[in-house]
DNA sequence: ACAATCAATCTTGTATACAAGATTTTTCTT
DNA sequence: AAGAAAAATCTTGTATACAAGATTGATTGT
């Protein structure tokens, strides 16, 4: 009926998009019975989800969904933000047209769905796209899965903030800056943009009241 | 007997020292066996290892030690240069006397290294500690540890790479220097020299050659 | 009424039997 | 002898029974 993968992707999709709050109780014997499938299989997938942080184990006492952990967040953040800069860098000296296009249409979808209803999501969604798609075009393809991997955390984190009014237009130029100055070749700006595209308002106390019920203590 | 964590790690040092060398067969009942455990905590192991890539399943057929991923290697080295550069600069601002001693020390234990016997396992031991303390003065253990997890092909392409004649002084040297523009502030230098400490020489024809039978295709 | 103890019932962890696919060996046919 | 088909024997994958710890609730004694 379903494979492990199919499993695992519904899971990894419920507990990415808040449907199950951090704190939810995911019994195995539950899951075996909903799926159609014996508890052994579901174990497989459950342990794979524990070490990519989307859930916590505690033995012979139940599985539930992590709660957001803001260190996580703000190491995840610096990562990438080292990254990125690296990357753009990279970019700027040798960006096709061809890409350049594709990143610019991207960003056209992005300015279209600022205006949608739920906006945030499919907004979201092509905000991953565009940094992506610059992790591709470097040839680093990799590191964008490596800190996929790791990143369960941040972006249930940006869900959550995304919600700020405001945010997705600021987003949305700073995307497009990001474009001018590789096309320019302006390294000396590259740096300071990314940082604060990535940074910008960590751990503000605002967040950490609003959404107390699901960040970790 | 032995515990889950005492397997793994034993696992993982026997993988890492090459004294398995990619493409060894690891049977589920023959490790059972060994360990006098039942096939299921083994197979949890196992999933645990395949997915930090120490070792590939193939569904039905068998387990085998991984080969080294070049590619992999070079992708985890342009992140921790990109990483390491940022982590520098970061300490040159703000690096307390007390811990340059101790970043001075590890590299007195290194010097002393490079003329014992078995000098590559314990100058590459001390080689890591001295860059993992880097991470941890930084406040940036938990990228250390992500890093790790998916550092099986780096760490045993190093441990080929370290027996060149005239590496390891070239390696002190460079970490010495790293010391040297961490107190003098001299952020400019910091990035060239970066760069060359971790990247130098990947990918040399002479050495894929050397070692075909270890590397993936 | 209250507290402590014991028992029932949850949970996940382990062992084992069986299923299903891949490989090797054997056997039979030509 | 050679080749193909079939069977035996590997491998890991799944289902299930049982073990052991944790929690909950009932029961019993004061």
């Keep these: 009926m379903y494979t492990k993968e199919q499993i695992m992707d519904l899971l990894k999709k419920d507990i990415l998009s808040l449907k ?9 014997t539950a899951l075996s ?21 989307y859930i916590d184990i505690y033995p012979k006492k139940g599985n539930i969904v992590s ?18 800069k690296e990357i753009l860098k990279d970019l700027s000296a040798q960006l ?5 296009h594709e990143l610019k249409d ?39 899965d490596l800190i996929q991997q790791s990143n369960v955390h941040y972006l249930r984190y940006r869900k959550l903030h995304m919600q700020k009014i405001g945010k997705l237009e600021e987003i949305w ?11 320019n070749q302006d390294t000396a700006k590259i740096d300071e943009l990314v940082h604060h595209h990535l940074r910008d308002d960590m751990n503000s106390l605002e967040f950490i009241n609003k959404f107390s019920e699901y960040i970790k203590k």
Excluded: N
Excluded at 33 to 53: H, I, N
Excluded at 174 to 179: K, P, R, T, W
């Design 96 to 100: 096709a047209l061809k890409d350049l």
């Design 33 to 53: 019975e909903r799926f159609q499938l014996s508890r052994t299989p579901l174990r497989d997938v459950l342990k794979q989800l524990s070490l990519a942080s």
């Design 106 to 144: 991207i960003l056209d979808r992005q300015k279209a769905a600022i205006q949608g209803e739920d906006a945030a999501d499919e907004f979201l969604c092509l905000d991953d796209l565009f940094h992506q798609m610059m992790y591709i075009l470097a040839g680093r393809e990799f590191l964008w």
């Design 173 to 183: 130029r700073e995307h497009q800056l990001m474009l001018e100055y590789m096309v």
């Design 67 to 84: 709660y957001i952990d803001l260190d996580s967040v703000e190491q995840i953040i610096y990562l990438r933000s080292a990254l990125e």
């Design 20 to 28: 199950w709050k951090p704190g939810t109780i995911l019994s195995e």
